[in-house]
Every structure is written in structure tokens, then in C-alpha cells.
């Protein structure tokens, strides 16, 4: 009589022959190019292709090896808390098809002279005092030319800031060479400027200033010793191509940036985009997932928008690979999530607050654990 186990040994095997050719055979570029970061580590020479090809990867492949990836680069339940202060608010005259700041939309928002030394203090220290380890600062200006006096106490601010143990993070509108060296030496600790979207589509969000313009600031940030911090903005009315080279972008750029911003559009009225459609959570996934992949020292911020996901959607942000957030309850002039949710978020979901560092040096050993932890979970 035959038994169970011999009627049933070939079928089995039979499918574990078949299931190991079907995987092999349908790798997504996520998980082929997860495993070449992990292996070979952080690269500058990707293809828009390739970029591509990650991005439209399965979703829930992509979200796993994102993940895969966070996990070889950086402790997976840290996350960065970081506090956005607007010290000068309003009035700008760029055009920029999002932003309440501009001077030529009628959004209610009221322009401001630069805040007081002793405001920004005490938002700093509030800041410190909710978690936040980076305080950041927004004034709404094309840029710094012929505004020595309010650039000198902005250098003051960021000095007095840096001794309270914060890092110091500042988005003025663009930089001159010598402006970017004068931050370094008051202690800055990394520069905000966001190319947006990809060149393709910037011309149809603004006129004002010009992508090369953005890419030439990156450029004295980078070359001054400060962090760079550079991202985009998704909802504007691009195509899935534009996000694409968004990350290409900023993923072939001499170094990665030191931070990456994904920004969900919140739409203002009174602005052009005010009828924009809301990004989805999956939208969001996809950006982060392969930012993570193809930028994986970076710390990818979910940014604006946030306040608009539950807790259980920002988990699967923190899963592909988000590791750094704003706190407070406001973004400049648009709403962000309280103090108190994100307390319970972070207890709920087990997540650490990150440390504060200013010397950007890794930790070897740690990184070399990772990785090797990494590469077993993938197989």
C-alpha cells in the first residue's frame, strides 16, 4: 500500500521546482536593484530607465525591498523629528503655482517682516522640548541679494540655535557661493532647496526662477560643507514621468542629498492649484519606496501632507522607507499633524526618536551588521 507521504513526495517537489522558476523569473527592478545597493552600496550613475523601472515595480514589491533597503542603511525604527518655523512670511514674488506665499494669489496670507530674535528662540526651544532634533527655517524670498541686514540675523539666529544642540536647517530662496560659506561657518547644518518636479514640468508650475537656477544653489550648499536638502512635490498635475525624473535627478547629482522631502500637494485656494486632486497613500509609497532604493543613506522625509494619511497609511510610508518627518502643527502656513498624534503614532508603532548629528560619519560596524541582516532577510 502506498502511503500518504510517497502519493504526494513528486507533487511537491514538482511545485517547488515550479514556484522557484516563477520567482526567479518575475524579479521586479525593485528587487534586483535592492539587492545591488545592498551589495555594492549607494551609486550616482542610475539611469532614467532604471528609475523607471523600480518606480513601476509591483507596489507591494516595491514597498518590501524598500524596506529591505532601510534596513541595510539606517536603524529601521528611528525616525527623524524635525520642526518647520516660517520667520518671514508672505509677500514673495515668485510665482510658484502651490505656494499661499506668493504675493500675486489671493490666499489670505499677509506678508511679514523677519521675526524677532527672541520669537525664533522660543520656537526653538519649544521645538527642542517636543522632540524635535533639526529646527528649520522658512523665509518666503526668491532669494538673499540685498538683504544683508535680515541675512546677518538669520546667521545669529542659526548660531544661537546650533548651541541649544539642534541641528540647523534654512530654505532662503537661492544662495550665492559666499552666502553658502558664511552659513557653514555659523554652524548650519544643511540647506532646504527643492527642485519641485522634473525640468520637463517645471516651467508649467513656475516662471520665476529656473531650474538650473535651483541646481546652481545645491551646487554652493554642497561645495560649502553644508547638507543638502533637496526634494519635490507630488500632486502638481505631473505625469508618473515626472516623478521619475524628479528622483533621477536628485539620485545622479554628485552626491545624494542629504535629505529628500516628499511633499503631497495641499492644495490652497486662491492659488492655480487650488482644484488639484488630492495624492493617494499608494502615490506616496511608490515615490518613498524608490527614493529609498536609489538614494539609501538619504533621510526621505514625508512632508507636507502628512496631516491628510492615518496612522496605519504613515506606517507603510515608515515601511518603504520614510525615516524622517515635521512636527508641529503647522508647515509654513499649512496644517500638519499635532504634537499629541504623533506621540501615540510613535508608541503605537514602536518608532525611536532619532539623535541629532553633526558629524555625518558612520557608524561602521553598525552599517556592516545591517547590511549582512539585509541580505539574509532577502533570502
Known amino acids: 500500500m502506498l502511503s500518504i507521504r510517497s502519493i504526494f513526495r513528486p507533487h511537491i517537489r514538482l511545485n517547488s521546482i515550479t514556484l522557484s522558476s516563477l520567482s526567479y523569473s518575475s524579479s521586479s527592478a525593485a528587487a534586483i536593484q535592492a539587492e545591488k545597493t545592498i551589495k555594492g552600496g549607494p551609486r550616482n550613475d542610475w539611469t532614467r530607465e532604471e528609475i523607471k523601472d523600480v518606480y513601476d515595480s509591483p507596489l507591494l514589491d516595491l514597498l518590501f525591498h524598500g524596506a529591505q533597503v532601510h534596513r541595510y542603511a539606517h536603524n529601521f525604527r528611528e525616525v527623524q523629528q524635525c520642526t518647520l518655523l516660517s520667520i518671514k512670511t508672505g509677500g514673495c514674488s515668485e510665482d510658484c503655482s502651490y505656494c499661499p506665499q506668493s504675493s500675486r494669489y489671493d490666499t489670505g496670507v499677509k506678508a511679514q517682516r523677519l521675526m524677532t530674535k527672541e520669537t525664533v528662540m522660543e520656537a526653538a526651544k519649544r521645538a527642542k522640548e517636543a522632540g524635535s532634533t533639526r529646527f528649520c527655517m522658512g523665509a518666503a524670498w526668491r532669494d538673499t541679494i540685498g538683504r544683508k541686514t535680515n541675512f546677518n540675523q538669520i546667521l545669529d539666529y542659526v548660531k544661537d540655535i546650533r548651541d541649544l544642540g539642534m541641528e540647523v536647517c534654512c530654505t532662503l530662496g537661492m544662495l550665492e557661493k559666499q552666502q553658502a560659506t558664511e552659513l557653514k561657518?555659523?554652524?548650519?547644518?544643511?540647506?532646504?532647496?527643492?527642485?519641485?518636479?522634473?525640468?520637463?514640468?517645471?516651467?508649467?508650475?513656475?516662471?520665476?526662477?529656473?531650474?538650473?537656477?535651483?541646481?546652481?544653489?545645491?551646487?554652493?550648499?554642497?561645495?560649502?560643507?553644508?547638507?543638502?536638502?533637496?526634494?519635490?512635490?507630488?500632486?502638481?498635475?505631473?505625469?508618473?514621468?515626472?516623478?521619475?525624473?524628479?528622483?533621477?535627478?536628485?539620485?545622479?547629482?554628485?552626491?545624494?542629498?542629504?535629505?529628500?522631502?516628499?511633499?503631497?500637494?495641499?492644495?490652497?485656494?486662491?492659488?492655480?492649484?487650488?482644484?488639484?486632486?488630492?495624492?493617494?497613500?499608494?502615490?506616496?509609497?511608490?515615490?518613498?519606496?524608490?527614493?529609498?532604493?536609489?538614494?539609501?543613506?538619504?533621510?526621505?522625509?514625508?512632508?507636507?501632507?502628512?496631516?491628510?494619511?492615518?496612522?496605519?497609511?504613515?506606517?507603510?510610508?515608515?515601511?518603504?522607507?520614510?525615516?524622517?518627518?515635521?512636527?508641529?502643527?503647522?508647515?509654513?502656513?499649512?496644517?500638519?499633524?499635532?504634537y499629541d498624534a504623533d506621540q501615540l503614532m510613535f508608541k503605537v508603532l514602536g518608532l525611536i526618536p532619532k539623535?541629532?548629528?553633526?558629524?555625518?560619519?558612520?557608524?561602521?560596524?553598525?552599517?556592516?551588521?545591517?547590511?549582512?541582516?539585509?541580505v539574509s532577510s532577502s533570502g
Not at 487650488?274 to 495624492?279: A, D, L, R, S, Y
Not at 557608524?363 to 545591517?370: F, H, P, T, Y
Open 355 to 374: 539623535a541629532p548629528s553633526f558629524s555625518g560619519e558612520e557608524d561602521k560596524a553598525c552599517e556592516a551588521e545591517q547590511r549582512q541582516e539585509a
Open 185 to 338: 561657518k555659523a554652524g548650519l547644518t544643511a540647506y532646504n532647496h527643492n527642485l519641485d518636479t522634473s525640468r520637463e514640468y517645471y516651467p508649467n508650475i513656475i516662471t520665476t526662477r529656473s531650474y538650473d537656477e535651483r541646481l546652481e544653489t545645491l551646487q554652493h550648499v554642497r561645495e560649502a560643507g553644508i547638507n543638502v536638502c533637496s526634494g519635490g512635490i507630488i500632486g502638481l498635475g505631473e505625469a508618473e514621468e515626472d516623478r521619475v525624473g524628479l528622483l533621477h535627478t536628485l539620485a545622479t547629482l554628485p552626491t545624494h542629498p542629504e535629505s529628500v522631502p516628499i511633499n503631497a500637494l495641499v492644495s490652497v485656494k486662491g492659488t492655480p492649484l487650488q482644484e488639484q486632486k488630492p495624492v493617494e497613500i499608494w502615490e506616496m509609497i511608490r515615490m518613498i519606496g524608490t527614493a529609498r532604493i536609489v538614494m539609501p543613506k538619504a533621510m526621505v522625509r514625508l512632508s507636507a501632507g502628512r496631516v491628510r494619511f492615518s496612522m496605519s497609511e504613515q506606517a507603510l510610508c515608515f515601511l518603504a522607507g520614510a525615516n524622517s518627518i515635521f512636527t508641529g502643527e503647522k508647515l509654513l502656513t499649512t496644517p500638519n499633524n499635532d
